[in-house]
């Protein structure tokens, strides 16, 4: 497992009262945790900062779908249930420009 690794996880709700399982990039390892950003389906949500992919057959994600990058999640690997695909050096540079403009680094 490694950067730019999309997998399946449960990730949690913000509340912290249940998750949902759903695809994760993998921003970081520090073993044994493994730091996450929520993806979505769901375009509308897009804000300046997140990167949008297209489904290709690295990625092997099933439609358009938004990186939140700044909706993450520091799992267990328990959590982890399996890698679906991988990105790009191109999309994985797109997340690092977004991770900055969003933290203001």
Do not use: Y
């Not at 993998?26 to 950003?37: F, N, R």
């Not at 328990?78 to 990105?87: T, Y």
């Amino acid at each position: 497992m490694k950067k730019g690794d999309i997998l399946q996880v449960q990730f949690p709700f913000t509340n912290q009262q249940g998750g949902k399982r759903r695809p994760a990039l993998v921003l970081a390892v520090e073993a044994p945790d493994v730091t996450v950003a929520f993806i979505t389906g769901n375009l509308a949500l897009a804000q300046p900062h997140d990167v949008v992919l297209q489904p290709t057959a690295l990625n092997r994600l099933q439609k358009p779908s938004l990186v939140r990058v700044l909706k993450m999640a520091t799992l267990d690997p328990s959590q982890l249930s399996g890698r679906i695909g991988e990105l790009t050096m191109a999309e994985l540079q797109q997340v690092d420009t977004g991770l900055r403009l969003g933290l203001g680094l």
